[in-house]
């Protein structure tokens, strides 16, 4: 029997197989790897809209409903006597009507109707103008008359009101009060007339009463 000769072996043989194995598992690796995105790809995944800048747009207020004067006729009398005569801040009036009788209206709304009115208990500037105007001429040229007490549409004017008004407008009680000239009230029909005259026709004045 014959013996087979060995098979020749090398170490260059063996590392030339390990070598091949090398290049092709990672070719095999290389066949399943992630593919790779490109700008085409991008650009066709969808994307979010941008979100809006800034803070969301309030809603509008609604406008007040035009009020003619016939419209506030009914409530009238109880309107004025709950603000004159009971002295009754505006919004609780402006409730009570709306509970009483499902009136509704804006308290800017009620202002200008009561001003209207001839009721409005807030001393408009050109009548605390002639009241000052009055007040320092009995102080200073009729010093032999006694002090006058002021009213506006049938509600005192308190003398300490008068004095905050002079402080917070620099008329200084040792002087005479006299403003500059206003425009003609038209509506009176007398170009001489000046809307000084007009408050001074508003404003009344009287002497106090004896204790």
């Given amino acids: 029997m014959q013996n087979q000769a060995p098979h020749p072996f090398s170490l260059s043989t063996a590392h030339s197989s390990h070598a091949r194995f090398d290049i092709e598992f990672a070719g095999n690796i290389q066949s399943v790897s992630t593919p790779t995105l490109t700008s085409a790809s991008v650009s066709s995944v969808p994307t979010a809209p941008p979100s809006p800048m800034g ?6 207020k609604r406008k007040a409903a035009t009020l003619r004067a016939d419209d506030w006729e009914p409530y009238k009398e109880r309107t004025l006597d709950l603000h004159i005569v009971q002295k009754l801040p505006l919004p609780r009036v402006k409730q009570m009507i709306e509970d009483e009788y499902g009136f509704k209206a804006e308290l800017r709304q009620y202002r200008t109707r009561i001003s209207q009115w001839g009721e409005d208990k807030n001393v408009k500037p ?3 103008k002639a009241i000052v105007r009055k007040r320092q001429k009995r102080k200073l040229v009729e010093t032999n008359k006694r002090p006058l007490e002021f009213e506006v549409r049938g509600s005192q004017v308190e003398p300490q ?6 402080k917070r407008h620099d008329v200084l009680e040792s002087f005479l009060y006299a403003p500059s000239p206003a425009a003609s009230k038209p509506a009176l029909d007398r170009p001489d007339f ?3 005259t007009y408050w001074s026709h508003i404003v009344r004045c009287r002497m106090p009463h004896d204790l």
């Fill in 126 to 128: 050109q009548e605390m």
């Fill in 161 to 166: 009101k008068i004095e905050r008004w002079m």
């Fill in 194 to 196: 000046s809307l000084l």
């Fill in 55 to 60: 803070p969301p747009a309030r809603p509008r």
